[in-house]
């Protein structure tokens, strides 16, 4: 959510800049159509400086994406198939023939 006082179009465009190209700004509901590389994972918060320095957390919600990862939020799998998960099954695996099962 944006502060009232930073809720302009400047703003929502440096947010736009840091996810892909921007489509369409509807300054009246605070959103934004962008045109992003579906290769590259998907970003659900970033840090925004504002003049003066301040700084705020920004939580960036997704419409209309389904079936991404949602262990690396990455478009190009879904989670039952993520390397990641992958790996960290394999390295569970690894640790309970090793140590013995922690259960």
Do not use: M
């Given at each position: 959510m944006i502060l009232l006082q930073?809720?302009?179009?400047?703003?929502?465009e440096s947010i736009v800049n840091a996810l892909g190209v921007s489509k369409e700004v509807d300054l009246d509901n605070g959103r934004i159509q962008v045109e992003m590389d579906g290769l590259e994972q998907l970003c659900f918060q970033t840090v925004m400086e504002f003049h003066g320095g301040q700084e705020t957390l920004v939580k960036l919600r997704y419409e209309r994406i389904f079936g991404y990862c949602q262990v690396c939020h990455s478009?190009?799998?879904d989670q039952?198939?993520?390397?990641?998960?992958?790996?960290?099954?394999?390295?569970?695996?690894?640790?309970d023939f090793v140590f013995g099962e922690t259960r």
């Open positions: 930073y809720w302009a179009l400047p703003t929502f478009l190009c799998h039952q198939i993520c390397p990641r998960r992958q790996e960290n099954q394999e390295e569970k695996r690894f640790r």
